[in-house]
DNA sequence: TTGTAAGCGTTATCAG
DNA sequence: CTGATAACGCTTACAA
């Protein structure tokens, strides 16, 4: 078994100096088209590739940003919606990626402290995380994606969750539904926070509505759970507002599966506007936000810290519109 | 701003010389109690994390695994029931992991063989893909899941496809349905050839059975496209076997869209059993290999190339047995 | 048990 | 335009 080979063997391959054939095939500029070449050749010959310790070490930079997922998002259908985006983005921007699907702060901490990264894009954190703020005292740059901490000075890109909330909620109210129920996400979570404080909002200045409020995570099982509940109780909701995609589709099979007909005897809305909400089956209607903007936002927010450019701070946080998408699940109480 | 604290500064913190600090940190067995304790405190004090890169260049090992995936594998549900013990398995062994999402060959390959990782686990390989063979050629560890490659010589754990899709094909065929349909993924998978000859296989040798087949992606739509062309032809099928559940909740929702009753005028059965394919409203037969077990003997593939034990040759692939997972989308064809 | 010395493969600096 | 030299931060070998 040969040893792996290194700048040096091409060196020796081509005829020049070692550090030539960094320059060469860093695409220096001054570097003579002749040797150029042979250098290639010699380094396509031996099948030579660039040690990533080596170059990190002396250049102390990776061209290397992790995104910080977890294993609950890597089960929810929005998360594609946001990672893939990002990946483009951070490609075209000269970066690599790396996914890290942990679910421990200090399991995150250990990987994107040591050097090996250049950057941080944080789309699973929780309100409490020490994450971010272990980041910024290591001075590792990084933002927020679809999530906010109560702590300042961490830039962010999410959508306006509560503006998103409120406006479905002020459709649903204006329908004239005064038994309302809620299905929220993870308390830990500031889109499950800024959803509800949206949806509440609405329903407490309106007419009298009576609202009961369930909780649990944003997934399937929460829905169909939260479903059961609520349809076997006394007094049904005539009007269910979910806090994700994943729990109103749980709440509408579990409804379907008890004959109760939506929207003629019952309202259920999601948010996040997952592929499977405009399934036909589905029609769900839902709240959407732009994952594909807020990505690059986001990327452009993190850019910006990695090559700061002179006289333009860039703003802390960026929020994004949400808009309702009106589909087929929702209508006036029954009568 | 001040510099990132390095093994040095923990070094003069803590009144030792540089590489006691290194023994005392990685656990060394020869340093005193007092000695480690003191380094410890100093690395504390400082907030040093041993950089990555000075680490993997001078130990020539990075304890970091690349799994690699596609932009379409990510949005397939059966995908983190993959990823999730793989991580979890690395991860008692020692491993970091690091997801690569990429959809080209080179991209892939410049990332697994600079070094940065100790080897690949392979979960998303095109049959025709050119990694398994660079990697061997450059002598990196690896091994693919869920996927074969036509080239001999590359480890490699996947559920047996061509079992699975032969079981459920017998039950159909068993029924008494001799108007069938095959719903397939792209050829460039070997899981898809191999559910496809499974399927074939049976249904050839069986009495006079009238096979259509139809080819698309593993995805919803690809099922929603082939129920509509299916259900609106002359003749129409009573079975539709699919190549994976995304594939079958597609066609189950287009037959439902146009009034066909399921089971009683249609069966239909999927591959992966995916957690929708349980969910109540589906109820869908299908096919189950065990996404856990496949990970965590790929793993175990991995490492017997890592550390290579003496006379313990590791198989070159693990096939799992897959069970057919008898639900509600079955039946006799309607007489 | 600990310190000294060396070197991993690369990029940066400086002559020439 | 190119070569010699140094240095990045760490682990290993060896000496004390």
Redesign the pocket.
Known sequence: MT??P???DVAKAA????????????G?????P???DRVRKAAEALG????E???A????RSRRIAVVSSPDDLLNPFHPQLIVPLHQALGAAGYRTTLLVEAGDAAVLSQVTD?SVDGVVLTATNTGSAVPRHLAASGVPHVLVNRLVPEPGHPSCVADNRQGAADIAGVVAGLGHTEVALVLGPRRLSTSLDREAGFRGVLASGRAVRTRVLRGGYDHATGVAAAQALLSAARRPTAILCASDTIALGVLHEARMRGVDVPGELTVTGFDDIPMAGWEPYALTTVRHDAGRMAAEAVRLLLSQLRPAPETAAPEAVVLHADVVLRETHAPPPV
Do not use: I, N
Request: aromatic share 2%; hydrophobic share 25%; glycine share 8%.
């Open positions: 040893r792996v290194t700048s040096k005829g020049v100096s070692q550090p030539t054939v960094s320059r060469a095939l860093a220096h500029p001054h570097v003579s002749a040797t150029r030579y590739v660039p040690q310790s080596g170059r070490l002396r250049s102390r050097g």
